[in-house]
């Protein structure tokens, strides 16, 4: 996942923690390997779905 | 960068006794109240803001590290200690492991004289790269008394 030039690994909370990401940030994600284009349309569902924190 | 200085070494603890999740949140409320970090009267929402945020999902991130991170009404500046539990304690870390040390970081609800939010935010990025230091870690779980606490964090400060 990356945000104004910074990476981080998805799979760890302290490492998407370092990329500092305020409310309304951009945020592009890539994913590769089996599955990856299945958990981008998952994540894309979730961040569209507000992760469910909003009504 | 200075973010040391929002943590107090009379608000840290190297000697967190709670065996229960719950005790344990009560006990940093209380180190922060008397090192002079957050007003008595604003206890009771901090530790049921801390609660509160458990439940929705825990603040363990895993390598035996904690960040508890809520808002409190009525807070004017960020509270924030840095605690150590020797023995460990089930947190529901994501990894599973027990929890060493916890970061606690109390912050008002808005941006105000004493509370910049991007400032607050970029706080956080170091908190979150300290965790993620073996080093840091390793040293923090040596410290013998807050005051070695603090000073680390001063140290790494440019982490």
Redesign the interface.
Known sequence: MRCEGRQADGR????L????A?HGAELELEAEGEGAQDLIQALIQLFAGGFSELD | MHFWKQFRAKACSVSLAGATKDDVLRELVTNLVEGGSLAGALSDKAFVALVEREKMATTG???N?A?PHVRVPGLTQTAAALSLHRAGLPWGS?DDEPVHLVFTVLRPERAGEHHD??QH??M??W???L??SSDFRSFALQARTRTELVDLLKEMSSV
Do not use: C, K
């Open positions: 760890s909370i302290l490492s923690m370092t990329l500092g305020a | 991130v895993g390598q590290v960040i994501v939010p991007e935010l970029e956080m990025r908190i979150a790269r965790s993620r």
